[in-house]
C-alpha cells in the first residue's frame, strides 16, 4: 500500500500535538475523577478480600472462590454490552458495584458456600460495571475531543490514566489500612466489617455519577434505533458534522440531533435486538485487529491471578504483605496517569515497552530468586515493577480498544473482560495445583507471546504503507471500512447486509490490518 499524503499525516501530528495542549472539558475532567474516587472505594474493600483469599486459613476454598468469579466473570461477558446499553452506564455501574460489597461481607464470618455463592454474583456483577466503566470513559474522552476539535480518540489515553491513577491508588489506601489493622492484632471479622462500610460509601457515591452528554455506544444504539424504524436513516445535510480521523481525513458524522443520547434515555431493545447484541462482541473476534490483540488480553488476565494470588503468599507476615501490595498499588496509580499522557504525547509503542521491560524483569527475578523474608526490599522493588506494568497494560488495553473499536467500544470490552477474566479464572483455579516457577514459566510465555504478536502488527502495518504505530491510531481504509461495518446491520466479513429498508447494500470486508 502507498504512503499516506504528507497533508493527511501532518494532520494527524497536529491534532495529536493539539490534545496534549487544549485545556480538558471541565465537565468531562470532573467526571473522569468522580468515577475514580467511586471505584477507589469499592475496590478498596475488594483488593484487601481479594488478596486475602490466598493468603487466609482457608487458601484452598479462597482459590476456589476466585476461580468461580472470574469463571462467571468470563461467561457473562456475552450478555454484559446488551445490560449496559439497557440500563445506561450510570446504572449499570451502580448495580455492579453492589456485587463487590456483597462479596466483602461476606468475608466477615467465613462460610464456604455463602463465599461461594456471592463470588458467583460478584463475577456477574463484574462484567456489568468494567462493560460501564470503558464506556463511560471513552465517552468522557469523545466529549472533551468534539468540545475543542480534537482528531477522535487522540485523549483516551489522558482520560484512561486520570481514571486508572484514581483507581489503582484503592491498591495503595487498601492495602496500607488493613497493614495498619493486622499489625495491631485486630480481628479479621472487624477488618472486613470496616472494609464492606468503606465499599457501600463507593458504591453509593455511584448514584450521583453525572451522565455524559453522549457516550462511546452511541453510533451503535443509533444503528439498533434505524432497525427498529425509529431514527432517521440519512440525516440532512444540516445535521451533519465533520470530523478529522485518524488520519486527518475528514468524515462526515451525525450530528447530535440525529442521534438518541444514550445516557439520558437508555436504548430500550426487543428480544430480537437484545439477542443481537448479546452475539455483536462475538462477532468482534472476526476482525484481524482483535485476534492480534487476544495474546496480551490473555497475558493482562494472567498477570492478575500472578500480582494478587501467586505473589503476596511469598511473604509470611501478614502486616509485612499489605505494606508491600499498598507499594504495588502506589506505583501502579502513578503510572497510570504519567504513563497514559506519555502514550498520548510519545506513543504508545515506547510505554508498552516499559511495560513489557518491567513484567519480565520481576518475573524472570522471581522465579530464579530463593525467597528470603528478611529481604524486604526485595519484596518492595519487585511490587513496583508488578505496578508498573499492570498500569501499563491496563491503560494501554483500553486505550488501544477505543481507538480501533471507536463506536463500538462497549462490544470491545466486553471482549477484553471476556478474556481477560477467562485467563484470570484458569490461573486461580490452576494455582493450588503449580508450583510457582511454572506460574511464573506460565505468565513469562504469557506475556512474550502477546508482545511478539503486537510488534509483528505493527511491523506489518508499517511495511503496508503505515504513517508511525497502527498502535496509536487506525489506517485510513481500516477507518473506512469500520465506519462502512457499523452502518450495516450485520457486520460480517464479506458479507450482504439490509440497509434496514429492505434493499441489499455490499458491506465493506476489514481490512487485513
Not at 343 to 371: C, E, P
Request: proline share 3%.
Amino acid at each position: 500500500m502507498p504512503s499516506l499524503p504528507a497533508s493527511a499525516s501532518s494532520s494527524a501530528r497536529d491534532s495529536a500535538s493539539a490534545a496534549a495542549t487544549v485545556p480538558v472539558s471541565r465537565h468531562a475532567f470532573w467526571r473522569a475523577i468522580h468515577l475514580g474516587v467511586s471505584f477507589c472505594g469499592v475496590f478498596m474493600a475488594f483488593s484487601v478480600s481479594q488478596s486475602f483469599q490466598t493468603s487466609s486459613d482457608h487458601k484452598s476454598e479462597g482459590s476456589n472462590a476466585l476461580g468461580i468469579l472470574y469463571a462467571f466473570f468470563t461467561a457473562c461477558n456475552f450478555v454484559a454490552s446488551a445490560i449496559v446499553t439497557s440500563l445506561g452506564a450510570k446504572w449499570s455501574l451502580f448495580i455492579g458495584s453492589l456485587t463487590y460489597v456483597s462479596f466483602v461481607a461476606a468475608n466477615i464470618h467465613f462460610n464456604e458456600y455463602v463465599l461461594y455463592i456471592f463470588s458467583a454474583l460478584l463475577g456477574i456483577g463484574a462484567s456489568i460495571i468494567w462493560t460501564a466503566q470503558g464506556v463511560y470513559i471513552s465517552g468522557c474522552a469523545a466529549e472533551h475531543e468534539r468540545d475543542h476539535a480534537l482528531t477522535p480518540t487522540s485523549t483516551l489515553g489522558y482520560f484512561n490514566g486520570i481514571f486508572f491513577s484514581i483507581f489503582q491508588s484503592n491498591q495503595l489506601l487498601g492495602n496500607l489500612l488493613a497493614a495498619l489493622l493486622f499489625k495491631n492484632d485486630v480481628s479479621t471479622s472487624t477488618i472486613f466489617g470496616i472494609m464492606t462500610s468503606v465499599g457501600a460509601v463507593g458504591a453509593l457515591s455511584l448514584t450521583f455519577l453525572a451522565k455524559n452528554a453522549r457516550d462511546a455506544t452511541t453510533l451503535d444504539e443509533a444503528i439498533v434505533d434505524r432497525e427498529a424504524g425509529t431514527a432517521t436513516l440519512k440525516p440532512s445535510s444540516s445535521d451533519v458534522q465533520t470530523h478529522p480521523n485518524t488520519t486527518g481525513v475528514m468524515v462526515s458524522v451525525a450530528a447530535d440531533s440525529s442521534l438518541p443520547p444514550s445516557e439520558s434515555a437508555p436504548t430500550r431493545l426487543t428480544g430480537w435486538q437484545q439477542i443481537q447484541r448479546v452475539f455483536g462482541s462475538v462477532r468482534l473476534l472476526a476482525y484481524p485487529r482483535m485476534i492480534i490483540l487476544l495474546p496480551i488480553m490473555i497475558y493482562s488476565g494472567f498477570s492478575q491471578g500472578y500480582i494478587f494470588g501467586s505473589y503476596p503468599p511469598l511473604i509470611d507476615d501478614k502486616g509485612k504483605k499489605y505494606f508491600m501490595l499498598a507499594m504495588l498499588g502506589a506505583t501502579d496509580a502513578l503510572g497510570s496517569i504519567f504513563l497514559g499522557k506519555m502514550s498520548d504525547k510519545y506513543g504508545r509503542v515506547s510505554v508498552i515497552s516499559i511495560g513489557f521491560g518491567a513484567a519480565a524483569s520481576a518475573i524472570t527475578f522471581l522465579g530464579f530468586w530463593q525467597v528470603d523474608q528478611d529481604a524486604l526490599y526485595i519484596f518492595f522493588i519487585m511490587a513496583f515493577l508488578l505496578g508498573l506494568s499492570d498500569a501499563v497494560f491496563n491503560c494501554m488495553l483500553y486505550a488501544i480498544l477505543g481507538t480501533w473499536f471507536e463506536g463500538r467500544t462497549e462490544h470491545a470490552f466486553a471482549i477484553l473482560k471476556l478474556f481477560q477474566a477467562g485467563s484470570t479464572a484458569m490461573a486461580f483455579i490452576a494455582h493450588p495445583h503449580m508450583s510457582f516457577n511454572q506460574e511464573c514459566i506460565m505468565n513469562m510465555t504469557a506475556l512474550i507471546a502477546g508482545i511478539l504478536a503486537l510488534a509483528a502488527y505493527d511491523l506489518y502495518a508499517r511495511a503496508k504503507g503505515h504513517q508511525g504505530s497502527v498502535l496509536d491510531r487506525m489506517m485510513e481504509k481500516d477507518f473506512i471500512a469500520d465506519a462502512a461495518l457499523r452502518s450495516s446491520t450485520t457486520p460480517m466479513l464479506g458479507a450482504q447486509s439490509n440497509d434496514g429498508y429492505g434493499a441489499q447494500q455490499p458491506v465493506a470486508k476489514p481490512a487485513d490490518l
